[in-house]
């Protein structure tokens, strides 16, 4: 029409394929995405990449929130497989995030543990066993070599040992036990009396924890003192029996 100015775009060239995938994906096709892309990742849940496993990395990715580099067990290997599905250009390694190195897997040195359950805790794959105060044990074939359960240990005896590849059917199973711990946790504590869950849920520690964790409004207890105190003797009579172990 006379007298009206052509929109700035009139006779632009635009790249209409690149601008289409740059718009974010519905929900349901990012959900999709990640399924698939969760799928070629290895389930460690070792949380080398940044997130808080596997499935939340996979997440970022569909998103396009992170690169393809960043999982250190799954290597090149995992890097041109995602590659290959995302049809992108295969990279390296992002060894800020750790090197890529052969499976090993949990070990517990039996004559130090404590029975803390801290370990327990810490592992996102259900792999140790035990209970508060017994010594606890790692199922070899489940340790995904996370690493996780280092940390915690108050007495310094969990070490990592070399141990068989990480098979397909390994990710499967690791992303069943995962899910199934996270739900696990996602629940209220329990009355011991009624099961009903408990009306202190919300002042109280994760289901896995072995105590109670204590807030501003919530005092302690007559004898969390002297559990403490139990707690520390055997903390260092077990590092007193690696301190004679070792000058041994």
Request: proline share 9%.
């Amino acid at each position: 029409m006379a007298g009206q100015t052509a929109p700035a775009f009139a006779g632009a060239v635009f790249n209409w394929p690149a601008m289409i995938d740059a718009l974010p994906l519905p929900h349901d096709r990012t959900t999709a995405l990640s399924d698939r892309i969760d799928a070629l990742l290895p389930q460690t849940q070792c949380t080398q990449c940044g997130f808080d496993g596997c499935r939340p990395y996979a997440d970022a990715i569909a998103r396009g929130e992170a690169g393809i580099d960043r999982c250190p067990p799954g290597g090149d290997a995992g890097i041109a497989r995602l590659a290959i599905l995302l049809q992108r250009p295969a990279v390296p390694l992002d060894t800020h995030y750790g090197q890529h190195k052969a499976r090993h897997v949990a070990v517990i040195d039996e004559r130090h543990c404590i029975g803390c359950t801290l370990c327990i805790q810490a592992c996102p794959v259900d792999a140790i066993v035990g209970a508060n105060k017994f010594m606890h044990t790692v199922l070899n074939d489940l340790c995904s070599g996370c690493e996780l359960c280092i940390a915690p240990c108050p007495v310094d005896c969990i070490s990592m040992a070399p141990a068989r590849a990480w098979e397909p059917r390994d990710a499967d199973q690791a992303r069943a036990r995962h899910q199934h711990r996270n739900a696990r946790l996602a629940r209220p504590p329990r009355s011991v009396n009624t099961g009903a869950p408990s009306a202190t849920a919300s002042a109280l520690a994760p289901a896995d924890s072995c105590t109670p964790a204590l807030t501003a409004a919530q005092p302690p207890a007559p004898g969390d003192a002297a559990k403490h105190d139990v707690i520390a003797a055997a903390l260092a009579r077990a590092r007193a029996r690696r301190a004679g172990a070792a000058s041994s």
